[in-house]
């Protein structure tokens, strides 16, 4: 393997460790600190855009919000610190199934 490809790997890997880090610890936590228990989370992203769905059971029963940002990493970090700062914007999940 030439010095690009592991280079390349050895930047996958952070890139890796910091999403899963994201997601278990800053994002889970967060939500965890409002009252709430992650359950799931889905992305849709295309080239110009992306959207994290997080669905969460909180005190108040099954909801769902969605963060919207310019990038996967953006997307990502802007659900971080919105649950962080308790601003994530939770409305019930219609489709809930449990």
């Known amino acids: 393997m030439g ?3 592991v280079k390349r790997a050895e930047i996958q890997k952070k890139f ?3 999403l899963v880090a994201a997601v278990e610890f800053e994002l889970e936590g ?3 600190h409002a009252g709430g228990e992650l359950n799931g989370l889905s992305v849709k992203f295309s080239t110009e855009d992306c959207l994290l769905t997080l669905r969460a059971q909180m ?3 099954p909801m769902i919000s969605f ?3 310019a990038t996967l990493a953006d997307c990502f970090r802007r659900a971080v610190n919105e649950a962080y700062q308790d601003k994530l914007n ?3 999940d219609q489709y809930f199934r449990g």
Do not use: F, L
Request: negative net charge; glycine residues 16%.
């Open 3 to 5: 010095s690009i490809e």
């Open 16 to 18: 890796d460790a910091s």
């Open 30 to 32: 967060s939500i965890a």
């Open 59 to 61: 005190p108040a029963g």
């Open 67 to 69: 963060v919207g940002g």
């Open 90 to 92: 939770w409305r019930d």
